[in-house]
C-alpha cells in the first residue's frame, strides 16, 4: 500500500513556516549535545574483543542486541563518556548543572552504583534506575536523562562489533535491534533490491535510532508503537513548502513518528542532525494532541505553547 493511502491533514503552513527562527535555540543546545557526543564517541576505546555467540531465540524474540551481552563490557567506556559529557552539559543546561555535580561526583567514587546506572539505561529497567536515583540523591527522570546523554556514545562505539555477531536483516521490531531504542524519525527511501514483505513499489521504510545512530527496515503502514494497520485511522500530515517532511501519526494509539522523504534523494546525511532538525513537526503533531514514539530529550519540552494551535 502506497503513502497516498493514508489520508492527508494538510494546511499546517502557518505553524510551521520559519522552524529555525522558532525552534533555533532548541535546535543549536542539543546540536552542541549531539556534537559532544560524537566527540566522546570518538575518544572512546572501544570494545577490545568481539562477540563470541548470541542467543538467536532471544533476539528474534524480540531482546536487542545490548540485553545479550555481559554489561561489564560497557562500564569503562561510560565512565569515559560521562566525564566528557556531563560537564559540558552544564554549560547548556544550567538548571541541571547541580544534579549533572552530584552525578559526577558519584561516578568517580561508587563503581557499584555505575554498574547499575549501565543496566537501566541499557535494558530499561525503571525498578533499577529508580534505586539508582535514589542513592545518587536526584529525580529518576533528571538521572535518566544524564545516563541517555552518556550511554549514547558508548553504544555507538560498539555497535558495529555487536551487528558482526548476527545477521538483523529479518529483525521485524519498530526499536533498534542494536540498543532497543525506539525511532526518532523514519525515512522513505528506494533502492534496489530485490522485493520482500518490507519493500513496497512506492519505497521502503527506515527508522533512525537516536541513541547508537543505527538504521533498520521497518514495514509500511503499520503504528510502530501499537500496530496498528487501518489506514483510516493512519494520518499523513504534511507541511506547505516543506514536502519532504511529514508527520506520519496513529489515531488509535495517539503516536506520531516524523518522516522524511528521500526517495528522490539518496545523497548522505547526518540523520542525528536530521532528526533533530525535524523538531518543528514534533512541536505541530504534540499540539494536535499526539505523544511522541522517541525518547529523544527535545520532543518532552512543552511545545505544544511553542506554536499556535490548529485553526
Not at 133 to 148: F, K, M, N, T
Not at 152 to 169: N, Y
Not at 227 to 236: A, G, R, T, V
Not at 278 to 292: C, K
Amino acid at each position: 500500500m502506497s503513502s497516498s493511502d493514508i489520508d492527508e491533514k494538510s494546511g499546517l503552513q502557518a505553524e510551521a513556516t520559519d522552524p529555525g527562527k522558532i525552534f533555533g535555540e532548541i535546535i543549536n543546545r542539543f546540536g552542541k549535545v549531539l556534537a559532544w557526543q560524537d566527540k566522546a564517541k570518538d575518544e572512546l576505546e572501544g570494545p577490545s574483543t568481539g562477540i563470541e555467540a548470541y542467543d538467536e531465540n532471544r533476539f528474534f524474540s524480540g531482546e536487542p542486541l545490548v540485553a545479550l551481552v555481559d554489561q561489564a563490557r560497557f562500564v569503562s567506556d561510560f565512565i569515559a563518556s560521562a566525564r566528557t559529557i556531563w560537564p559540558l552539559m552544564s554549560t547548556v543546561f544550567p538548571p541541571q548543572a547541580e544534579t549533572l555535580s552530584l552525578l559526577a561526583d558519584r561516578l568517580e567514587h561508587d563503581l557499584p552504583w555505575v554498574e547499575s546506572c549501565v543496566t537501566a539505561v541499557a535494558h530499561g529497567h525503571a525498578d533499577v534506575l529508580e534505586e539508582a536515583s535514589c542513592r545518587a540523591g536526584v529525580l529518576p527522570g533528571a538521572l535518566l536523562l544524564a545516563l541517555r546523554s552518556a550511554w549514547s556514545p558508548v553504544v555507538s562505539a560498539h555497535r558495529v562489533t555487536l551487528l558482526a555477531g548476527i545477521a538483523t536483516d529479518l529483525w521485524n521490531r519498530s526499536y533498534c535491534p542494536v540498543c532497543g531504542s525506539e525511532p526518532d524519525m523514519s525515512t522513505l527511501e528506494c533502492h534496489p533490491e530485490a522485493s520482500d514483505f518490507l519493500i513496497s513499489k512506492s519505497g521502503q521504510l527506515w527508522h533512525h535510532c537516536p541513541v547508537c545512530d543505527h538504521r533498520w527496515r521497518y514495514q509500511r503502514m503499520t503504528c510502530p508503537v501499537c500496530e496498528n494497520q487501518d489506514h483510516e485511522s493512519l494520518w499523513k500530515f504534511t507541511v506547505a513548502d516543506r514536502p519532504r517532511e511529514y508527520i506520519y501519526a496513529c489515531d488509535k494509539c495517539r503516536r506520531y513518528l516524523p518522516c522524511l522523504d528521500m526517495s528522490e534523494d539518496q545523497g548522505r546525511i547526518e540523520f542525528r542532525k536530521a532528526a533533530l532538525g525535524l523538531v518543528h513537526l514534533d512541536a505541530i503533531a504534540q499540539n494536535r494532541g499526539y505523544s511522541p514514539v522517541s525518547t529523544a530529550p527535545w520532543t518532552a519540552l512543552g511545545m505544544t505553547e511553542s506554536i499556535p494551535g490548529p485553526s
